[in-house]
């Protein structure tokens, strides 16, 4: 169970989404949530996200802080830290102020990090070629 | 009195050949070896980037190691990274990739497992899979030139 963060700092959820319960569509939490269950759509909170070990989450997330030991495919957006630890499986992007990764964690997506993260958000993709040719 | 010579047997380590992905037992001081399953140049050395260090490529079966001042320019291809400094340039690691709190890495990452310390910088798109095998190198990759 998820009660600290890597620091050793003392984590609190409110909310907790049971093992056996599935969530599909648009949830906001004032505090914080802790996710055994399945989680399908968008999340967002001022607090901290846990997805627990046996936790899903298929949605895109914007908190505080994140910690992921379970699986989750979406976008991870905080405002603080992101954490993945030893047995979290991420697909999807990050955008944060810190990221901690466990030896063991498995993570496919584009990683932004540093203070600056947020500020700004990682360019859309352009068409080189279209860039390369004169212009009429 | 029959005084027995006792043969020192030479200490050996065990490395992934750069190129084919294949396990090659070294002497443990070699710097660099022919790849005895696909005959190739395999660098062993380990680095060490101290300062700025911009090359094309590097590619060795030991570890780099980018110091608190260093800045390393370069696709890298490597066993074990560690990053106190900064690192432009893509980055495949057959084992490990440790980004301390002030290290930096701009490009793309693959490799088994990643640290990362809070405080680091990183931009790019990252695969870090305990079961990742690392794509064959390219040929220009198999240049003598790796290590600049």
Do not use: W
């Not at chain 1, 399945?38 to 802080?65: C, P, W």
């Not at chain 2, 200490?11 to 992934?16: L, N």
């Not at chain 2, 300062?51 to 060795?60: E, G, K, M, S």
């Amino acid at each position: 169970m998820i009660d600290k963060t890597a620091a050793g700092t003392p984590v609190e959820f409110p909310t907790v989404i049971g093992a056996d319960a599935v969530f599909k569509g648009e949830l906001h939490f004032e505090k914080g949530v802790r996710v055994d269950g399945k989680i399908e759509g968008k999340v967002s909170t001022k607090g901290h996200i846990a997805v627990s070990q046996g936790g899903h989450l298929q949605a895109d997330v914007d908190a505080g802080s994140i910690i992921v030991e379970g699986d989750v495919k979406g976008n991870l957006v905080a405002g603080d830290r992101v954490e993945l630890r030893k047995s979290a499986r991420l697909k999807g992007d990050i955008t944060a102020s810190k990221l901690l990764v466990a030896e063991g964690a498995a993570f496919v997506g584009h990683c932004s990090i540093g203070p600056d993260a947020q500020k700004a958000p990682a360019p859309p993709p352009t068409n080189r070629i279209a860039e390369a040719l004169p212009r009429k | 009195m029959v005084v027995e010579q006792q043969r020192q047997t030479p200490a050996t380590r065990e490395v992934v050949c750069t190129h084919c992905e294949r396990k090659i037992e070294i002497p443990a001081t070699a710097m660099s070896v022919s790849c005895r399953h696909c005959h190739r140049r395999v660098i062993i050395e380990d680095l060490e980037i101290k300062t700025y260090h911009a090359v094309l490529r590097i590619a060795t079966a030991g570890k780099v190691e980018v110091q608190k001042k260093g800045t390393l320019v370069a696709d890298v291809r490597v066993n074990e990274l560690t990053v106190e400094g900064s690192v432009k340039g893509n980055v495949i690691a057959l084992d490990r990739v440790a980004v301390g709190k002030k290290g930096a890495i701009e490009g793309n990452v693959s490799c088994r497992t990643l640290a990362v310390e809070p405080g680091a910088k990183l931009n790019g798109h990252y695969r870090v899979d305990p079961a990742f095998v690392p794509p064959p190198a390219t040929p220009r990759e198999h240049a003598d030139d790796e290590i600049a």
